[in-house]
Structure formats: structure tokens, C-alpha cells
């Protein structure tokens, strides 16, 4: 991972719509009045769930504003969590997760189908620009390892085949199924185990 | 109280203070990169980990609060290794390019490298590599040697108030930036590369310059303003290298401001090296006995009453008493003034011209109003007490004008002077406050004291505090803000001239020999009189004279300055005049000789007694004259700030190279409207 710069085209000018705008008043009016620089995470979020899931800098500039904060606190929030995207995503954002316990599940095959179905580079749109692909840090479902997170949804014990029908539908602007592809239900474990001891099917 | 062990030594500490603090007091020296006393306490740097009893871990001592009963020991073999491992990680992705550092010889990292460091690296992967910031013209950065204390950030946005740097990216990609990749908008921004403890942040104008231990050090004080700040003047060989900052808690603790460490390069240029004397609109080189011989020809046929003499805002005590003296004695007229405007003062007592509340004093006051001053520029280093005041306590600060941004908040009024008639009047809102506030400071200008109605004003000014019971024994709310650092001296030794006004006079050409002591700020068009001007730098004083005698910086002879509030301090000589020039007060005194074949003192010595004598004798027969003139008139004015041009208010700075570029890189920011 390397540091994520901002985009290098950027939207002049940002502003919240009413919803977000409501949201945002929301959240400040939890914190104690002159400790609303609290709120900068939220609102950043707020941000970039108006904005095609990324913050461009005017945003960054008008929630430093908002909150009455100087510009660089906000940058330096954004640059650090890696979940605030800097630069524009596909309108299906990939997460592919590639910690060591999806890496030993094989998660660098999953890599190896986004590159073939969308494109080279990670944080790159594909060609008709409906989805790019990065790879994360642990992303907590290491149970039903090799997954990865498209938008709001998990998508897990994946293997390339499976990826490659996913990615398939979604640049096809079908809605594939969220969950498990092998038939499991949440994190149950597979082939009838039901407790710790009974280790016959491990 | 608290009691605790450090080594089995046992110490007693105040409450509040950290363990490294109490470390110190029992003389146990910690290792540290981010920990500042100056500055909030961070705790990222791991360098001063230390041994606590019962705690499993060792523990972060700049970040730890002192407690009752600890025991810390921080010469065991867990400390000894935890600051390796600390130190091994910091080397980790620092560059090995010391021989190219211009940190190199007083490098935190390199010292303490040589007491924590391995040998040989175990680090075989890639090294990290950032690119270079901008930071302006004065700040040199190489980003790859940061090892992320943050002490600039910290810096930049408490101490400066501006807060534009920041620290982004996470883990081994964090870099240290200021967003607009241009210089700081701040006079205090080079204070950054005194504190970073590597080679992160260099002097850009001393770049490659010198090596810390060929420099000759100086503890000296500073001249750029009337602060009188403490600095280490480093010279080599005749030349100024750099000027650092030396702590003065009652002064500039450990700042200095950018005019102060960066017009030294002005010591170099534009300099006056040999006596000249004007033919035909030319100059010409001169010896000495030439010059004295025209002046000593002209001051004989010219009646004494045509003959003036004005002391500049770089003089030092010495040069100006012996001055006055000559005047008074050789010349024998009092035709000398100090002052390069009709500013009004008022000398019958000290207070009347000093920032009595002292710079310390800021930090207790609980009101502050500023009249027709503006502080950043015209005393950066104060400005930053009032900031700190702020940030301390929540000061409230009113100014009667709108100064821009001065680093805090603050109320502005109108800018009339009729607002401080309302507030002398008790009809102000202000007023009421002032009454109530337990130590208020008014801070008046040169501005304001410029006005017509100066008198009136500076005068009910002091009647109201006075009859609000605000002067008492430990407080005097009223403050001048002298900017120049002769002026509180000059008047100290009475080198004014309240009988006629001097200025007027010069403006009305009524004067034939005009004596300037680098004088360079009078406004007057010269007819036919016969100029001396005597001074260090070729300027607006030299440019009009007739004859120029050579005179020395204030890196160049020893002299005593008086600061805004009165405090004497002695700026000492760290090299010496170029060419044939002289020490200021030896070319008077040997004028002085030619004309009347007698000496008006035998040395420095002589002069320096009967200088601190007169003082003495001028404090002790110090009597309030009443000048209450509460009938006069008033009229309304409208108070402007002039203030000099802050990367040019002297002819060091003037000649100085920095300077030029620090106001440039300030009026691009102007011009791309990037500013604010």
C-alpha cells in the first residue's frame, strides 16, 4: 500500500445536499459545543456517500469549514483512513481482501480475475468506467475466507471461477447475490459441524 | 509535592510536571525527539522510554504524569534496549548522507546515535524515499531524513498559529506537508529549523554554508525590532553565517522571528567601507583627516543654531549619548533629535514611554486592548505572548482597528479615535470592562501617537486608568509599543528635542549642516544643505549626504539597547567593520579631537560609565510633570496603522538578499489570491 494521493482532477466546488446536510447537523449536535471537530469522521463519510463514494478536496475544504477546524486536520483524517476514498471509484466498488488469511485461501486469485475483468491496475476504472478494483486489509470475515466487498455487500468463499461470474454480472449491471458460494449460512461451519469437538468432517 | 525515585535518587516535583521533567530535576538526562518544553506533549518519538516500578512495559516518560511513590530507573538493561530497538527503527528509513547533511554536528539523531546506535543495519529491504515540499524561500526541506516528531506541525499551529502543516498518509508513508507547497504565512516560520532534530528542515539561505564548529559564537541581542530578543550570532571570519535564537524566558523564550535570523545577509551588502566625500554630484574616496577636516571647516563658519542632528533606529546607546554630547559640548546646541516624525512623548517620566505590563506580563492579563498598533509586524516575538495568552487563559483582546489576521481572535472597533474618547468619556461599552478586568493592558501604538490629538488622547488615557485605580504596585496597564530598537534608549538619554520641532524645520530647509546618525528615514528635499551621514549601509541617508563616514553594524561593536520595556542589554561585537570603517562612537570621539584638539572620552570605558551615570541620575530626578489638558480640543481622527514595510523596515533588512525573496514569495501568494 502506498500513499494514496488525491485525484487529479477535481470538482471546483462541494456542498452538502439537504439530506446530507441533515445528517451532518445530526451528528455535530451529539458533541459538546466547540468540540464539534469530533464529528470530522462522520462527516467525511457523509461526504462521500453523496459525492460516487469519494472525497474530493473541495469537500475536504468545506467540512473544515463546516466544522470550524483548519483545512489540514481534515486532510490529514482523510489520507489516513484508508476506507476514505481520494480519488473516483466505479459506480461498483471491489474490495478484494488479501490478508494472510484470505491470501493462504487463495485471495491472489481473486486479484487475478479483477485484473483480467476490469482492469490492470488497481484504483483504475474499467474501460466502459462502471467499476474499478483495490485490494484491502483484512476486511473481518477471514471464516469464510477468500472474499471481497462490492459496495456495501460481502461477497465470500470465493474462488476464481465464482469471481469471474460475479464480476461478469456486475459489469453486465446485473445484481449478483451477496453471501457465502458454497451454500453456507452466515459463518456456520460447513458439513454439518456443529461443535468444536466434533471433528470427524474438519 | 510529589516524592519519587529516579536511580534511587529521591526528588520532589510539583504536581503536573511529567516523569521526564522530574527525571531532569534529579539530573538523569532522557534522550528525546519529540518531547519540546515549548510545545504540547506528543509521545510518538518512543526515544525516552524509562523503567517504572510495577509496570510490565517501559513507559513513554515525556507522556507519563509525575506520581507519588514511583520508582524509575532508567539506567537498566530494558531501558538500555528498548531506546536501541527505538533507535534501530528510526535508522531504519533515515538516509546515511550526514557528510552532505547541513544538520551534520548538531544532529539529535546523530548524537544520540552515537549512545543508542547498532553499528550495522539489519534492514535489508527497501529504504523509503519522499519528495521534497516547498516550503518557501527560507526553509529547505529533504523529507526523506524526518523521522515524524511532529515538533513542527505542533509548532506551526500553536505557537504560530498558523496551522498549514500537517502530518498525512499513515505508517511508513507518513510525510510531513504543508498543503499549499508554498512558504508559511507566518514570521515565526524559521523557528521550525531550529527545532527539528534532524535534517529535515534546513536553513535555505545557509545552506551549505559552514560547519557548525568552524563558526564563531556570539551570544549577542537583536535589533530588527525593539523586543531585543536574545540570539548567537556565528560568524566565520569576518562574515555573519546565521543568527540563532538563545533562550530568554523574559523575553523571546526560545523564538525569534524570520526578519531577525534572515536580514544578517544584509550585513554584507550595500556596506559602507571608506569615508567619502560628495564633488559635483559624485562620490569620491576619502581619508579620515580629510573628512574631519571639511566637517570641522563647515561646523566653524556655520552659526550654531543651523546646525541639527538626527539619531537613526539602529544607534546604539553608546553613539547616541556620545552624540548628544558633542552636540552639547562641541557644537553647543541641543538641535538633536531622535524621533523621524512628530510623534508625540511625553519624557517627563519612564513610564510614559514604555511597555510597562512587560512581555511576561501579557501572560497574566486578563484584557488587552490595542490602539493603533499592529503587533505581528511590528513586534512578531510579542505577538507571540499574546497568542500564548490566548491560548493560556482565553484572553479577550479588542483593537480599535482591523489588523487582519494577527494569529488570534480578537474584536476590532471603527479605527476612530472617537471611540477612545467614548472609552475615556465612560460611555464605552469598554470602559465597563476595563474597570472590572483585574489586570487590562492598553497597548498603544506609534500609530496613534503620531495623530494631532496624541497628547490629548495618551494623556486622559493614563488620567482614566488612573482613575480607575488600574496602576498599582504590581501592574501598570498602560504600554508603548516602540518598533525600533533605539527608540526607548534614545529617550532614556534625552535625544529629543521637545522646545522646537526639528522636523518641520529640516522639512522648511531651515537648517545648514545635518548631522545623520544612520538617519535613513526622514522624508525632507535637500536644498542646499551640507549633509554628513554616518552609518553602516549605502541608503536612502548616504545617498543625499555630502560627506560619509563609515560606521559599524551591530554585529560589529559592542553597545548597549534599551528594549520597549526597559530593560538594558549589551549587544556584543562578534566581527569586525569592513574597509576603513569605524566603531560609531570612536568616529565622534575623534571628530570631536580634531575640532578641539581634547578627547570627549579617553575609552569605552569612560564613556560607558559616565553613559550608565546619566542614566542613573535621569531615573532618580524623574518627576510627574502635570500635564493635564483635558480642555484642549478634540477632533475626531482616523487612526491608520502605517507600518513599515516588514521585510524592509531597517537598511539591514533593506540590503538584505532573503528579505527581497521572502517579500516576493509573499506577494505571489498575494497576486494567486491563495492567501487566508
Same mark, same amino acid.
Given at each position: 500500500?502506498?500513499?494514496?494521493?488525491?485525484?487529479?482532477?477535481?470538482?471546483?466546488?462541494?456542498?452538502?445536499?439537504?439530506?446530507?446536510?441533515?445528517?451532518?447537523?445530526?451528528?455535530?449536535?451529539?458533541?459538546?459545543?466547540?468540540?464539534?471537530?469530533?464529528?470530522?469522521?462522520?462527516?467525511?463519510?457523509?461526504?462521500?456517500?453523496?459525492?460516487?463514494?469519494?472525497?474530493?478536496?473541495?469537500?475536504?475544504?468545506?467540512?473544515?469549514?463546516?466544522?470550524?477546524?483548519?483545512?489540514?486536520?481534515?486532510?490529514?483524517?482523510?489520507?489516513?483512513?484508508?476506507?476514505?476514498?481520494?480519488?473516483?471509484?466505479?459506480?461498483?466498488?471491489?474490495?478484494? /481482501?488479501? @490478508?494472510? #488469511?484470505? =491470501?493462504?485461501?487463495?485471495?491472489?486469485?481473486?486479484?487475478?480475475?479483477? %485484473? $483480467? *475483468?476490469? &482492469? +490492470?491496475?488497481?484504483?483504475?476504472?474499467?474501460?466502459?468506467?462502471?467499476?474499478?478494483?483495490?485490494?484491502?486489509?483484512?476486511?473481518?470475515? /477471514?471464516? @469464510?475466507? #477468500?472474499? =471481497?466487498?462490492?459496495?456495501?455487500?460481502?461477497?465470500?468463499?470465493?474462488? %476464481? $471461477? *465464482?469471481? &469471474? +461470474?460475479?464480476?461478469?454480472?456486475?459489469?453486465?449491471?446485473?445484481?449478483?447475490?451477496?453471501?457465502?458460494?458454497?451454500?453456507?449460512?452466515?459463518?456456520?461451519?460447513?458439513?454439518?459441524?456443529?461443535?468444536?469437538?466434533?471433528?470427524?468432517?474438519? | 509535592?510529589?516524592?519519587?525515585?529516579?536511580?534511587?535518587?529521591?526528588?520532589?516535583?510539583?504536581?503536573?510536571?511529567?516523569?521526564?521533567?522530574?527525571?531532569?530535576?534529579?539530573?538523569?538526562?532522557?534522550?528525546?525527539?519529540?518531547?519540546?518544553?515549548?510545545?504540547?506533549?506528543?509521545?510518538?518519538?518512543?526515544?525516552?522510554?524509562?523503567?517504572?516500578?510495577?509496570?510490565?512495559?517501559?513507559?513513554?516518560?515525556?507522556?507519563?504524569?509525575?506520581?507519588?511513590?514511583?520508582?524509575?530507573?532508567?539506567?537498566?538493561?530494558?531501558?538500555?534496549?528498548?531506546?536501541?530497538?527505538?533507535?534501530?527503527?528510526?535508522?531504519?528509513?533515515?538516509?546515511?548522507?550526514?557528510?552532505?547533511?547541513?544538520?551534520?554536528?548538531?544532529?539529535?539523531?546523530?548524537?544520540?546515535?552515537?549512545?543508542?546506535?547498532?553499528?550495522?543495519?539489519?534492514?535489508?529491504?527497501?529504504?523509503?524515499?519522499?519528495?521534497?515540499?516547498?516550503?518557501?524561500?527560507?526553509?529547505?526541506?529533504?523529507?526523506?531524513?524526518?523521522?515524524?516528531?511532529?515538533?513542527?506541525?505542533?509548532?506551526?499551529?500553536?505557537?504560530?498559529?498558523?496551522?498549514?502543516?500537517?502530518?498525512?498518509?499513515?505508517?511508513?508513508?507518513?510525510?510531513?506537508?504543508?498543503?499549499?507547497?508554498?512558504?508559511?504565512?507566518?514570521?515565526?516560520?524559521?523557528?521550525?529549523?531550529?527545532?527539528?532534530?534532524?535534517?529535515?528542515?534546513?536553513?535555505?539561505?545557509?545552506?551549505?554554508?559552514?560547519?557548525?564548529?568552524?563558526?564563531?559564537?556570539?551570544?549577542?541581542?537583536?535589533?530588527?525590532?525593539?523586543?531585543?530578543?536574545?540570539?548567537?550570532?556565528?560568524?566565520?571570519?569576518?562574515?555573519?553565517?546565521?543568527?540563532?535564537?538563545?533562550?530568554?524566558?523574559?523575553?523571546?523564550?526560545?523564538?525569534?522571528?524570520?526578519?531577525?535570523?534572515?536580514?544578517?545577509?544584509?550585513?554584507?551588502?550595500?556596506?559602507?567601507?571608506?569615508?567619502?566625500?560628495?564633488?559635483?554630484?559624485?562620490?569620491?574616496?576619502?581619508?579620515?583627516?580629510?573628512?574631519?577636516?571639511?566637517?570641522?571647516?563647515?561646523?566653524?563658519?556655520?552659526?550654531?543654531?543651523?546646525?541639527?542632528?538626527?539619531?537613526?533606529?539602529?544607534?546604539?546607546?553608546?553613539?547616541?549619548?556620545?552624540?548628544?554630547?558633542?552636540?552639547?559640548?562641541?557644537?553647543?546646541?541641543?538641535?538633536?533629535?531622535?524621533?523621524?516624525?512628530?510623534?508625540?512623548?511625553?519624557?517627563?517620566?519612564?513610564?510614559?514611554?514604555?511597555?510597562?505590563?512587560?512581555?511576561?506580563?501579557?501572560?497574566?492579563?486578563?484584557?488587552?486592548?490595542?490602539?493603533?498598533?499592529?503587533?505581528?509586524?511590528?513586534?512578531?516575538?510579542?505577538?507571540?505572548?499574546?497568542?500564548?495568552?490566548?491560548?493560556?487563559?482565553?484572553?479577550?483582546?479588542?483593537?480599535?482597528?482591523?489588523?487582519?489576521?494577527?494569529?488570534?481572535?480578537?474584536?476590532?472597533?471603527?479605527?476612530?479615535?472617537?471611540?477612545?474618547?467614548?472609552?475615556?468619556?465612560?460611555?464605552?461599552?469598554?470602559?465597563?470592562?476595563?474597570?472590572?478586568?483585574?489586570?487590562?493592558?492598553?497597548?498603544?501604538?506609534?500609530?496613534?501617537?503620531?495623530?494631532?490629538?496624541?497628547?490629548?488622547?495618551?494623556?486622559?488615557?493614563?488620567?482614566?486608568?488612573?482613575?480607575?485605580?488600574?496602576?498599582?504596585?504590581?501592574?501598570?496597564?498602560?504600554?508603548?509599543?516602540?518598533?525600533?530598537?533605539?527608540?526607548?534608549?534614545?529617550?532614556?538619554?534625552?535625544?529629543?528635542?521637545?522646545?522646537?520641532?526639528?522636523?518641520?524645520?529640516?522639512?522648511?530647509?531651515?537648517?545648514?549642516?545635518?548631522?545623520?546618525?544612520?538617519?535613513?528615514?526622514?522624508?525632507?528635499?535637500?536644498?542646499?544643505?551640507?549633509?554628513?551621514?554616518?552609518?553602516?549601509?549605502?541608503?536612502?541617508?548616504?545617498?543625499?549626504?555630502?560627506?560619509?563616514?563609515?560606521?559599524?553594524?551591530?554585529?560589529?561593536?559592542?553597545?548597549?539597547?534599551?528594549?520597549?520595556?526597559?530593560?538594558?542589554?549589551?549587544?556584543?561585537?562578534?566581527?569586525?567593520?569592513?574597509?576603513?570603517?569605524?566603531?560609531?562612537?570612536?568616529?565622534?570621539?575623534?571628530?570631536?579631537?580634531?575640532?578641539?584638539?581634547?578627547?570627549?572620552?579617553?575609552?569605552?570605558?569612560?564613556?560607558?560609565?559616565?553613559?550608565?551615570?546619566?542614566?542613573?541620575?535621569?531615573?532618580?530626578?524623574?518627576?510627574?510633570?502635570?500635564?493635564?489638558?483635558?480642555?484642549?480640543?478634540?477632533?475626531?481622527?482616523?487612526?491608520?496603522?502605517?507600518?513599515?514595510?516588514?521585510?524592509?523596515?531597517?537598511?539591514?533588512?533593506?540590503?538584505?538578499?532573503?528579505?527581497?525573496?521572502?517579500?516576493?514569495?509573499?506577494?505571489?501568494?498575494?497576486?494567486?489570491?491563495?492567501?487566508?
Amino acid at each position: 500500500m502506498s500513499l494514496r494521493k488525491p485525484a487529479k482532477d477535481q470538482p471546483e466546488s462541494f456542498e452538502f445536499n439537504a439530506s446530507s446536510l441533515e445528517a451532518a447537523n445530526n451528528i455535530v449536535a451529539k458533541y459538546p459545543e466547540g468540540k464539534q471537530q469530533s464529528a470530522v469522521m462522520a462527516l467525511l463519510y457523509i461526504a462521500q456517500r453523496q459525492n460516487n463514494n469519494w472525497i474530493p478536496l473541495a469537500a475536504m475544504k468545506y467540512i473544515a469549514k463546516f466544522l470550524d477546524m483548519p483545512y489540514i486536520k481534515v486532510y490529514e483524517v482523510a489520507t489516513f483512513y484508508t476506507m476514505y476514498n481520494l480519488s473516483p471509484v466505479g459506480k461498483y466498488f471491489v474490495q478484494v /481482501c488479501t @490478508t494472510t #488469511p484470505c =491470501m493462504i485461501r487463495g485471495a491472489n486469485k481473486l486479484v487475478e480475475a479483477c %485484473k $483480467e *475483468k476490469i &482492469s +490492470e491496475n488497481e484504483c483504475e476504472l474499467s474501460s466502459d468506467k462502471s467499476c474499478s478494483w483495490m485490494e484491502v486489509e483484512c476486511l473481518g470475515a /477471514c471464516v @469464510t475466507a #477468500p472474499m =471481497m466487498q462490492i459496495n456495501d455487500d460481502y461477497f465470500e468463499d470465493l474462488d %476464481k $471461477e *465464482k469471481m &469471474s +461470474e460475479i464480476l461478469d454480472k456486475i459489469l453486465n449491471g446485473e445484481t449478483p447475490k451477496p453471501g457465502s458460494y458454497r451454500g453456507r449460512v452466515n459463518n456456520e461451519p460447513e458439513n454439518n459441524r456443529k461443535t468444536l469437538t466434533d471433528l470427524k468432517n474438519a | 509535592m510529589l516524592k519519587l525515585k529516579v536511580n534511587d535518587i529521591d526528588v520532589e516535583v510539583e504536581e503536573g510536571l511529567t516523569v521526564l521533567q522530574a527525571c531532569e530535576k534529579a539530573g538523569v538526562e532522557i534522550p528525546r525527539f519529540c518531547y519540546h518544553e515549548k510545545l504540547s506533549i506528543a509521545g510518538n518519538c518512543r526515544m525516552c522510554l524509562v523503567e517504572m516500578e510495577k509496570s510490565p512495559k517501559p513507559i513513554a516518560s515525556c507522556a507519563m504524569p509525575a506520581a507519588e511513590g514511583m520508582n524509575i530507573k532508567t539506567n537498566t538493561s530494558l531501558v538500555e534496549k528498548a531506546r536501541k530497538g527505538v533507535m534501530e527503527f528510526l535508522l531504519a528509513n533515515h538516509p546515511l548522507d550526514c557528510p552532505v547533511c547541513d544538520q551534520g554536528g548538531e544532529c539529535d539523531l546523530q548524537d544520540q546515535s552515537m549512545f543508542y546506535g547498532v553499528d550495522k543495519s539489519r534492514f535489508k529491504e527497501n529504504k523509503r524515499a519522499v519528495p521534497e515540499k516547498n516550503m518557501g524561500p527560507l526553509i529547505k526541506t529533504q523529507m526523506t531524513r524526518c523521522i515524524h516528531c511532529t515538533r513542527c506541525v505542533r509548532f506551526a499551529t500553536e505557537v504560530a498559529g498558523v496551522p498549514e502543516l500537517g502530518a498525512i498518509g499513515r505508517g511508513e508513508d507518513m510525510q510531513i506537508t504543508t498543503y499549499l507547497e508554498q512558504s508559511m504565512q507566518s514570521e515565526l516560520s524559521a523557528n521550525v529549523v531550529d527545532l527539528c532534530p534532524v535534517g529535515a528542515l534546513t536553513s535555505k539561505p545557509y545552506v551549505f554554508e559552514a560547519r557548525p564548529w568552524e563558526l564563531k559564537k556570539t551570544e549577542t541581542i537583536d535589533i530588527m525590532d525593539a523586543i531585543g530578543s536574545n540570539i548567537r550570532v556565528d560568524t566565520y571570519d569576518w562574515e555573519v553565517k546565521r543568527v540563532l535564537p538563545i533562550i530568554n524566558e523574559d523575553i523571546n523564550e526560545e523564538w525569534i522571528s524570520d526578519k531577525t535570523r534572515y536580514a544578517c545577509d544584509g550585513l554584507l551588502h550595500q556596506r559602507l567601507d571608506t569615508p567619502y566625500i560628495k564633488y559635483n554630484g559624485k562620490f569620491e574616496k576619502a581619508s579620515w583627516q580629510e573628512v574631519y577636516k571639511i566637517i570641522k571647516s563647515k561646523l566653524e563658519n556655520t552659526s550654531k543654531e543651523k546646525v541639527c542632528g538626527f539619531v537613526g533606529d539602529l544607534t546604539n546607546m553608546e553613539t547616541a549619548y556620545i552624540f548628544k554630547e558633542f552636540f552639547d559640548r562641541t557644537v553647543e546646541t541641543d538641535n538633536y533629535e531622535s524621533r523621524s516624525d512628530n510623534r508625540y512623548i511625553n519624557i517627563s517620566k519612564r513610564e510614559n514611554y514604555l511597555f510597562n505590563s512587560s512581555i511576561n506580563g501579557i501572560e497574566d492579563a486578563d484584557l488587552i486592548l490595542l490602539l493603533g498598533a499592529n503587533p505581528r509586524y511590528e513586534a512578531t516575538i510579542l505577538n507571540a505572548r499574546i497568542r500564548k495568552s490566548y491560548l493560556k487563559n482565553s484572553t479577550r483582546i479588542v483593537s480599535l482597528n482591523d489588523c487582519g489576521d494577527l494569529t488570534y481572535p480578537y474584536e476590532s472597533l471603527d479605527g476612530q479615535t472617537k471611540t477612545i474618547k467614548e472609552i475615556i468619556d465612560d460611555t464605552h461599552k469598554l470602559s465597563k470592562e476595563i474597570e472590572s478586568a483585574k489586570k487590562p493592558m492598553i497597548i498603544i501604538g506609534e500609530s496613534l501617537l503620531r495623530l494631532e490629538n496624541a497628547k490629548y488622547l495618551f494623556e486622559n488615557l493614563k488620567d482614566f486608568l488612573n482613575k480607575k485605580n488600574k496602576f498599582s504596585e504590581d501592574w501598570n496597564p498602560l504600554n508603548v509599543l516602540s518598533c525600533d530598537a533605539a527608540t526607548v534608549g534614545n529617550f532614556d538619554l534625552g535625544v529629543l528635542n521637545n522646545k522646537t520641532n526639528l522636523i518641520e524645520d529640516l522639512k522648511s530647509n531651515k537648517f545648514e549642516i545635518i548631522f545623520l546618525i544612520g538617519q535613513d528615514d526622514l522624508n525632507f528635499d535637500k536644498k542646499n544643505e551640507f549633509v554628513i551621514y554616518q552609518g553602516s549601509h549605502g541608503d536612502k541617508g548616504a545617498e543625499c549626504a555630502d560627506i560619509i563616514l563609515p560606521g559599524s553594524a551591530y554585529t560589529e561593536q559592542d553597545g548597549y539597547y534599551t528594549n520597549l520595556e526597559g530593560k538594558i542589554q549589551k549587544a556584543f561585537k562578534a566581527s569586525y567593520p569592513p574597509g576603513d570603517a569605524k566603531e560609531d562612537w570612536q568616529i565622534i570621539n575623534e571628530l570631536a579631537e580634531f575640532m578641539n584638539n581634547r578627547k570627549l572620552f579617553n575609552d569605552k570605558e569612560e564613556l560607558d560609565s559616565s553613559m550608565l551615570n546619566y542614566l542613573k541620575l535621569q531615573t532618580e530626578k524623574q518627576t510627574e510633570k502635570n500635564n493635564n489638558n483635558s480642555n484642549s480640543d478634540f477632533n475626531n481622527e482616523n487612526l491608520k496603522i502605517e507600518i513599515k514595510d516588514y521585510y524592509f523596515s531597517n537598511v539591514v533588512a533593506k540590503s538584505s538578499k532573503t528579505m527581497i525573496e521572502c517579500n516576493n514569495a509573499k506577494m505571489n501568494l498575494k497576486s494567486t489570491g491563495t492567501e487566508g
